[in-house]
């Protein structure tokens, strides 16, 4: 016991000395002191410390604003069951593990902060008073784990509805609709559902003034309006048309994904990724595969990069096409709508030649991708390619160009880069405001330090400036698939490694052991090393990234997804007040969301 | 004797009503599938093309599917008032045809000595489909929809009405029979240009059509004051607001472009043609342009379009005096 005890003490200090090498770290404890800090390796290569309960809100408000270069912004909060892990050496005792994922841009570094808590004293100051954005962050924490965050100003579910029994992300909650009690939709039960929907001006805290003559408008936006892409509501408290308060509610959409993930293999969970961003397509696919990759150390072939990093960017030219419709739509503007629906389709076409799928094609792999490239795929883009600059400088007449479009848009809902770090605004949005964070060019992954293309950045932050980000995207992903079509590399379409390709089935029939390998990789899928990574990719909306947690098994232990919508919707209170409600909508046009990217 | 009294008084006037009544329906019915194809043709796609030559069964198919459909009345909304409210658009347009000379020939009350002021005033009563409609449904949105299209009426039916006294004092009539044969030698587009430029842009906001439908907004406010309308009662608000372009474009046709009047054709094919152009220019402005924020249009309205139609109505007094000495 105490020989394990000081083994266990020799390693720590030889990981912390390690540790101390980046600068954040070794300030950190010189600060805090040694004894502050546990250190964990993790696979991502990302500074990981535990910190204690009580050390935790001073330590972060140290990182957000006492140093030279602050980590500006919360990138996740989340939380780990880690009741029935078994990997987890070198860690303290935890039950629930809050953890805090801080970004700075100056810095172009990230840190992660653990915090270790028992069951029976789930309770941990809120940091909602240190980042705006923690708000919606520990409301979902709470909702999924139970943690009470204290001095959280509302701490309330936010994507099961109010009369939830448990908490989902716990592991003995269960996963499956037939592991639950029977769902019967009564007459009692809908009516409570339709009462739990009614306005309470009094209990959200937006009654109003008892010394007004006039009454405010409560108006219900939704779940089911035009202009909300999907089923969502908003709240709002109207001074005529005027926006005095905007409550936004998530949730409707909410499928469970990442309690999914601990269900599914490493490879089955694929098809479940393009369903988050459902408008962005095998764009979803690439942060698993890459986190899954990193934990699994495998490292692909050069041509699957670049195939990658092609369709990823017909996703966004896909995705962002979608967004220059419906934000002229919402203007009621109708006809480029459909004029860029049928440009999606050309580009549909080609996805669908390449992947044999469309909006879903599911078509990455943990290691490469589904298939090589069909003969004659060039003549395909090239076609797209020489046709789409010509659209793109028509759209910028109709659109760019009109008046009413430039009225409507233009000084509305601005923001800065510091309100965008505070609000953990990632993405198009945040490169509106002036900052050129896209994580492209500031940590290639797969391979885009090798493309020659510009990250277009905006001066006012308003909305008309976040149209022009996506529209001037879109060329950039036409410079970059030109080049991928260009210098497309010779070579296997995916990684000869053990837990990612089967051996080749000829060779089965020789010797059992291949025959073994490869009908448990097939059967069970394979057995991903423990470990924890999170590669980030700049997806079409903002940031999204799979942190995952391996507990050496056939599925993953934790799956977090961290997608920009959800995070981007808690702003809107914050970009609509004052303005009407037509301005509302092209906020919301503005913002770029889609629902199940928002709910998971 | 009483041959000749029964084709003078009583046939031929009830051909004339009957003729113009169904005439304007059918022309309100047939731009619905007119705007669908022309749509289609301007935003590259097809539009309905199934159903009968070149789709033109769809307008059939979807009066046979409105009248079978649910007549829902919200059992919170104000009964009576709520049925009423779709016959007034109906009404009110219907009505507006009888003082419009179609031809020389055609016409119900075309030579009524008001027929401009009695146009006018049925668009003002027009609104009250709109506002009623809103405040019956009981619902939020349609509130927002009935404030907005009171808002919208008040102001551009002001210089609808302004827009149009330049015309009257170049045909010295508030007949439009009058006012069309004043034309004969020129159009009134010419000297009253901007009296037609104001005209055609209140036409467009009387009859709630893109740009101008804030009060229906479809994705601001849903459907706006319609929010709670279905079935047949929906279908009034819906062919209520193409009969309305039908009557803006006739309207159009007749007080600045000449009415019946043309080389080579009848008057019948001409006024049809007439009409025609501006169905088609009320259908290519819906598709080309955003719908402004509800206050951007009233500024527009009180600061742009009403000093243009009181210039207009000054300096057109002033040339109709100097000229007349």
């Not at chain 1, 009462?195 to 009654?207: C, F, H, M, S, Y």
Request: proline fraction near 6%; include cysteine; glycine fraction near 8%.
């Amino acid at each position: 016991m105490n020989t394990e005890a000081a083994s266990k003490t020799s390693q720590d200090n030889s990981v912390n000395e390690l540790a101390k090498e980046n600068t954040t770290v070794g300030g950190l404890f010189e600060r805090f002191g040694d004894a502050s800090f546990t250190v964990q390796p993790t696979a991502d290569e990302i500074p990981t410390l535990w910190v204690s309960r009580d050390d935790a809100h001073q330590v972060l408000g140290h990182l957000k604003s006492e140093i030279d270069n602050p980590y500006s912004m919360l990138y996740d909060l989340t939380g780990i069951d880690e009741r029935q892990r078994q990997n987890r050496a070198g860690q303290p005792a935890s039950e629930f593990t809050t953890v805090y994922h801080l970004i700075s841009p100056e810095r172009n570094e990230d840190i992660r902060i653990k915090v270790p808590l028992q069951d029976s004293d789930l309770k941990i100051n809120t940091i909602s008073d240190l980042w705006p954005a923690a708000n919606w962050y520990e409301r979902e924490a709470y909702d999924m784990f139970g943690i009470d965050f204290e001095g959280h100003p509302n701490l309330t579910r936010i994507l099961c509805p109010s009369h939830w029994q448990g908490h989902p992300l716990r592991k003995e909650h269960p996963t499956r609709a037939t592991d639950m009690e029977d769902y019967v939709l009564t007459q009692e039960r809908v009516a409570r559902e339709q009462e739990a929907l009614r306005i309470d001006p009094e209990a959200l805290g937006i009654a109003g003034d008892s010394d007004r003559d006039t009454d405010y408008m409560y108006l219900n936006l939704g779940p089911n309006h035009p202009s909300a892409h999907g089923a969502f509501r908003i709240i709002l408290k109207l001074d005529g048309e005027e926006i005095v308060e905007a409550i936004p509610e998530i949730g409707y959409h909410h499928r469970g994904v990442e309690k999914i993930g601990e269900r599914q293999s490493w490879h089955s969970f694929i098809p479940y990724t393009d369903r988050i961003d459902y408008v962005a397509g095998v764009m979803n696919n690439l942060p698993y595969v890459l986190s899954v990759e990193k934990l699994a150390g495998i490292v692909v072939p050069e041509r699957v990069e670049v195939i990658r990093v092609m369709l990823s960017e017909m996703s966004r030219i896909l995705s962002h096409l979608l967004f220059y419709g419906t934000v002229s739509q919402d203007l009621g503007l109708m006809s480029p709508t459909i004029y860029l629906f049928n440009d999606r389709e050309k580009l549909y076409k080609i996805i669908e030649a390449i992947t044999g799928g469309r909006q879903h094609p599911s078509w990455f792999r943990i290691g490469g991708v589904a298939h090589d490239l069909p003969i004659g795929w060039q003549e395909l883009v090239r076609d797209f390619l020489a046709y789409m600059p010509g659209r793109m400088d028509e759209y910028e007449k109709i659109i760019m160009q009109n008046a009413v479009v430039k009225q409507r848009t233009r000084g509305i809902s601005a923001f800065t880069t510091a309100d965008a770090m505070d609000w953990s605004i990632t993405g198009p949005m945040l490169r509106a405001t002036g900052s050129d964070w896209d994580i492209r060019k500031k940590r290639p992954y797969s391979g885009y330090d090798k493309f020659d293309f510009e990250v277009p950045t905006g001066v006012n932050g308003d909305i008309y400036d976040r149209v022009v980000m996506r529209a001037e995207e879109i060329r950039q992903s036409l410079r970059i698939i030109q080049q991928c079509m260009d210098n497309m590399p010779e070579g296997p379409y995916k990684a000869d490694h053990k837990l990612t390709t089967p051996p080749p089935k000829e060779r089965t029939m020789q010797d059992i052991e291949t025959l073994i390998q490869h009908f448990t990789n097939v059967s069970w899928g394979p057995v991903i090393p423990a470990g924890e990574a999170c590669i980030p990719i700049e997806a079409t909306k903002g940031m999204n990234g799979y942190y995952l947690i391996s507990d050496g098994n056939t599925s993953s232990y934790r799956t977090r997804i961290r997608t920009p919508s959800f995070i981007h919707l808690q702003m809107i209170p914050f970009m609509c007040k004052g303005l009407m409600i037509a301005d509302l909508i092209a906020i919301l046009a503005g913002i770029d969301y889609v629902m199940a990217d928002v709910d998971r | 004797m009483t041959m000749e009294f029964f084709i003078n008084d009583i046939l031929y006037p009830l051909l004339n009503v009957v003729g113009v009544l169904v005439g304007a329906i059918g022309f309100g019915a047939v731009t619905i599938w007119i705007e669908r194809r022309m749509l289609g043709v301007w935003q590259d796609r097809l539009g309905p093309n199934r159903i009968g030559p070149l789709g033109i069964g769809q307008v059939v198919a979807d009066m046979i599917k409105i009248f079978f459909k649910e007549d829902w009345i919200p059992p919170f909304s104000d009964k009576v008032i709520f049925v009423i409210a779709p016959t007034i658009i109906m009404c009110v347009a219907m009505i507006s045809f009888a003082v419009i000379p179609i031809t020389p020939e055609i016409g119900v009350a075309d030579d009524l000595n008001i027929g401009l002021l009695f146009f006018l005033a049925m668009m003002a009563l027009g609104v009250y489909s709109a506002l009623l409609g809103g405040f019956a449904s009981d619902n939020k949105l349609s509130l927002l929809g009935t404030v907005r299209a009171a808002a919208q009426s008040v102001g551009y039916e002001v210089y609808m009405g302004l827009s149009l006294m330049g015309v009257v004092m170049l045909a010295d009539s508030f007949s439009i029979r009058d006012i069309v044969e004043a034309q004969e030698d020129m159009w009134f587009v010419i000297p009253q240009f901007f009296g037609f430029l104001v005209f055609a842009i209140a036409g467009m906001a009387e009859s709630h059509r893109a740009p101008f439908d804030i009060p229906e907004a479809e994705t601001e406010l849903a459907a706006g004051f319609h929010t709670e309308y279905s079935g047949m009662k929906f279908g009034m608000f819906f062919v209520g607001e193409y009969v309305g372009v039908v009557l803006a474009s006739l309207m159009m046709a007749v007080l600045f472009f000449g009415g019946w009047h043309g080389p080579f054709l009848p008057p019948l094919v001409w006024i049809f043609l007439k009409t025609l152009f501006f169905v088609l220019f009320f259908i290519l402005v819906r598709s080309v342009l955003p719908r402004p924020r509800y206050d951007q249009l009233m500024a527009f309205g009180w600061k742009v379009m009403l000093p243009l139609s009181l210039a207009n109505l000054v300096i057109t007094a002033g040339i109709v005096l100097a000229m007349a000495d």
